[in-house]
């Protein structure tokens, strides 16, 4: 099973930006980025085709975030620009995917997890 390991995060105003990073074990075909706050549910952020460099994104962080790949496809990473209170949540990256599309924003369909990283986000 791929393993990940993610870096980045952290603490910033409204308005600021901040960078991800999760890299792999191997090549997977599909990586995503998902987050979760207290009390509510895992969501999908974004997802990318690593061959294809297909991204995939929330209705939330569209225009606002970008998930894009290194050369050899081991690496994600996800821009995240004009960040909102909103946006406060622990961020997870995904990978070894059951799926395609749009389905690649829902968590049950992900078999390889990061261990999370805090994104806080201050008014």
């Known amino acids: 099973q791929v393993q990940l390991v993610q870096s980045g995060g952290g603490s910033v105003q409204a308005g600021g930006s901040l960078r991800l990073f999760c890299t792999a074990s191997s090549s997977p075909r599909y990586m995503a980025w998902f987050r979760q706050a207290p009390g509510k549910k895992r969501e999908g952020v974004a997802a990318?085709?690593?061959?294809?460099?297909?991204?995939y994104y929330a209705d939330s962080v569209k225009g606002r975030f970008t998930i894009s790949t290194n050369n050899a496809l081991t690496t994600v990473y996800l821009d995240m620009n004009s960040l909102s209170h909103e946006d406060t949540a622990m961020y997870y990256c995904?990978?070894?995917?059951?799926?395609?599309?749009?389905?690649?924003?829902?968590?049950?369909?992900?078999?390889?997890w990061g261990q999370g990283t805090q994104v806080t986000v201050s008014y």
């Open positions: 995904a990978a070894d995917a059951r799926a395609a599309g749009r389905d690649l924003l829902i968590p049950d369909n992900y078999n390889a």
């Open positions: 990318i085709s690593t061959l294809a460099r297909t991204p």
